[in-house]
């Protein structure tokens, strides 16, 4: 009786939700949801409160049009970048020590997939010991259709459908799943995410786990503050156009006047916060219209608009955070350079 009831329920929860999305299916194995009002109706307006308030910023997630989402590709090879690298490094290392934890058939659920490279590894784990892996990513990038794509001529037995949304939004959709979850979260991008809502966050990834789910986090650790300056300095600025290309969006999607020849990328470490802070600031007192708001603001010289913080975390804070949401921590491992941390969490 109980288990009828609570079918009934996820039913319901995942019928609200599919009325929130369109699907579009490529073939009997690839799908993809996207949202109705996808992110370009609620950007405006989002924009439009950060840049007028006293500390202006804009929130990291616009990064991802197809020219941002090309960038962040190229950043993840920069040699100052140490980030994939390292993770790329556990990844690698550990297919047999993470398959001891995988003792049933298990749905791979990434947060933030992107190009789905690290997924592979991901997916190596699972797919030798099933007969039919589900893997559903969820970004907010375009970018998932052609991973996901490659994903899917690559691995037979592989069953894909995306999620192009938040991932707040794509956590609801997940809830509705049955059977055993794997959620991955790579790449340390919860390091967008200042303390509060980190923990806010997690909880909303521990409400969508049962028991014998498990949670995978890759999160870059506190480390000498010239290498982490250097990853979000580089040399051949990639960076720097990565940073500036909200700007060349918001100019296109919103009908901006933003010059990109006023304004510098800056990142630096904030050693009291443990995290880098990317800005663009100002070179001069300039005005800035964006007509498809109607906003129009006088930036002062050396006023910064804040796009990004990055949080660096150590074991200790990592175990805090832990106990905090309610996971156990089943394993910790680290690259060689203990540059970055994949944490396994249980519930
Ligand atoms: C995707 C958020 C993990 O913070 O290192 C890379 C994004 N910004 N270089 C990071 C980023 C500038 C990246 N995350």
Redesign the pocket.
């Known amino acids: 009786m109980v288990t009828i009831e609570t079918s009934i329920a996820s039913k319901t929860i995942r019928e609200k939700n599919m009325q929130k999305y369109f699907k579009v299916i490529l073939n009997p194995r690839f799908c993809y949801l996207a949202p109705r009002n996808s992110i370009h109706t609620s950007m405006g307006a989002e924009i439009s409160s950060s840049l007028r308030g006293k500390l202006r910023f804009i929130h990291?997630k616009f990064f991802y049009d197809k020219k941002g989402s090309e960038l962040?590709e190229e950043?993840c090879s920069l040699p100052e970048?140490y980030?994939t690298r390292s993770e790329m490094e556990i990844l690698d290392s550990i297919g047999l020590e993470l398959s001891q934890f995988l003792v049933q058939d298990y749905a791979l659920i990434e947060l933030g997939s992107g190009s789905a490279k690290k997924t592979r590894r991901l997916l190596e784990a699972l797919i030798g010991r099933q007969e039919t892996v589900e893997y559903y990513p969820i970004d907010i990038s375009n970018v998932l259709k052609e991973s996901s794509a490659s994903l899917q001529r690559d691995y037979k037995n592989l069953k894909i459908t995306g999620i192009l949304d938040q991932y707040e939004n794509g956590l609801d959709f997940i809830k509705s799943l049955e059977g055993k979850k794997l959620i991955a979260f790579l790449?340390?991008?919860l390091?967008?995410f200042n303390n509060k809502s980190a923990i806010r966050f997690l909880n909303k990834v521990h409400d969508v786990m049962r028991t014998g789910d498990l949670f995978l986090l890759g999160l870059?650790l506190i480390k000498d503050k010239r290498i982490l300056e250097s990853?979000?300095n580089d040399s051949q600025g990639v960076?720097g156009r990565?940073n500036l290309n909200l700007l060349t969006r918001i100019n296109k999607e919103l009908y901006g006047n933003f010059d990109l020849e006023n304004f510098d990328h800056v990142a630096f470490y904030n050693s009291k916060h443990s995290r880098?802070e990317?800005h663009l600031r100002s070179k001069c007192e300039q005005e800035i219209s964006i007509s498809k708001i109607n906003l129009s603001i006088i930036l002062k010289k050396s006023e910064t608009i804040l796009t990004?913080y990055?949080y660096k975390y150590t074991i200790p804070q990592i175990e805090q955070i832990a106990s905090k949401v309610g996971f156990k921590i089943e394993k910790i491992w680290y690259d060689k350079n203990k540059f970055f941390s994949l944490v396994l969490f249980s519930v």
């Open positions: 990291p962040f950043i970048y980030l790449g340390s991008s390091g967008n870059d990853a979000y960076t990565f880098i990317m990004e990055s």
